[in-house]
T-cell receptor, first 115, second 116 residues
């Protein structure tokens, strides 16, 4: 099974500053998808951003962007101009495009935004 | 679009009773639904994969006779915790994906189960 590693259990950032959450994964496949999900205190899982492995261009969604390094199997999330509402658990997820449709989640990073 | 409704959001039951949790895709057809369990401040643990019209596929270590999953239609999957025990107390989350293999997971709001 693929493994997804988030090495930062907790992170904090000052409001309006930028923070980067790291994620690495282990796979022998060449075609897959990567996601970042946000889980606020309400426990609702919210899709933040997604990246197709075959695309070289890094995905961007407003203040959220990724740094996808396929050779290094790294998929970090950058949050710019952090807002109080960004405080949440963030989960990195991997999904194979070839061998099934299961999602593999990392252990999560708890992000605190300091006013 | 892509709304997944999970009900109930909270349930308290006594040991030995059974509890059913429903997961509905409201505006799309979900060929596959996933059931996760999440412990406090932990990641999502996949319990089983539910495909419409067929038996669910359970992850290793998950008792299929205890956690009954039914996916009778393209919009509804149910998880029944049978003969619940206090150690079954947890947060259960369902998710669904549409027929587009490229689609992300859409999650329900989760169910907080407390077994007394």
């Amino acid at each position: 099974a693929q493994t997804v590693t988030q090495s930062q259990p907790e992170m904090s950032v000052q409001e309006a500053e930028t923070v980067t959450l790291s994620c690495t994964y282990d796979t022998s496949e060449s075609d897959y998808y990567l996601f970042w999900y946000k889980q606020p205190p309400s426990r609702q899982m919210i899709l933040v951003i997604r990246q197709e492995a075959y695309k070289q261009q890094n995905a961007t969604e407003n203040r959220f962007s990724v740094n996808f390094q396929k050779a290094a199997k790294s998929f970090s999330l950058k949050i710019s101009d952090s807002q109080l509402g960004d405080a949440a658990m963030y989960f990195c997820a991997y999904r194979s495009a070839n061998t099934g449709n299961q999602f593999y989640f990392g252990t999560g990073t708890s992000l605190t935004v300091i006013p | 679009g892509a709304v997944v409704s999970q009900h109930p959001s909270r349930v308290i039951c006594k040991s030995g009773t059974s509890v059913k949790i429903e997961c509905r895709s409201l505006d799309f057809q979900a060929t596959t639904m996933f059931w996760y369990r999440q412990f406090p401040k932990k990641s999502l643990m996949l319990m089983a994969t539910s495909n419409e019209g067929s038996k669910a596929t359970y992850e290793q270590g998950v008792e299929k006779d205890k956690f009954l999953i039914n996916h009778a239609s393209l919009t509804l999957s149910t998880l029944t915790v049978t003969s619940a025990h206090p150690e079954d107390s947890s947060f259960y989350i369902c998710s669904a994906e549409g027929q587009d293999y490229n689609s992300p997971l859409h999650f329900g709001n989760g169910t907080r189960l407390t077994v007394t």
